[in-house]
Nanobody, 117 residues
Framework: QVQLVESGGGLVQPAGSLRLSCAAS????????MGWYRQAPGKERELVAL???????NYADSVEGRFTISRDNANNTMYLQMNSLKPEDTAVYYC???????????WGQGTQVTVSS
């Protein structure tokens, strides 16, 4: 089993920055791809960014150039640096991890990000 705990959310003004963290514990050696998803009120959960164990990344068009996903494999932690935040980035952000054989998907409890003046 893998446990994921997000932190770093909060209230920020438009054009501001936040850095989210996701700490993984348990059988972390089974994990390959990790990612960040978000869900705004009344909307479906959507992909924000993905990163493989080898460091390859993929971003949603809406955050490309503003957000940066990274991963510290030695410390089992993933990050999301969010710059130039917009009100439409307001959502609960979830950490996600997928095992190497794609048999299991794990989710964190989520952290609220609110972009408002």
């Amino acid at each position: 089993q893998v446990q994921l705990v997000e932190s770093g959310g909060g209230l920020v003004q438009p054009a501001g920055s936040l850095r989210l963290s996701c700490a993984a514990s348990g059988t972390t050696f089974t994990i390959n791809v990790m990612g960040w998803y978000r869900q705004a009120p009344g909307k479906e959960r959507e992909l924000v960014a993905l990163i493989t164990g080898g460091g390859r990344t993929n971003y949603a068009d809406s955050v490309e150039g503003r957000f940066t996903i990274s991963r510290d494999n030695a410390n089992n932690t993933m990050y999301l640096q969010m710059n130039s935040l917009k009100p439409e980035d307001t959502a609960v952000y979830y950490c996600n991890a997928v095992t190497r054989d794609y048999s299991r998907v794990y989710w964190g409890q989520g952290t609220q990000v609110t972009v408002s003046s």
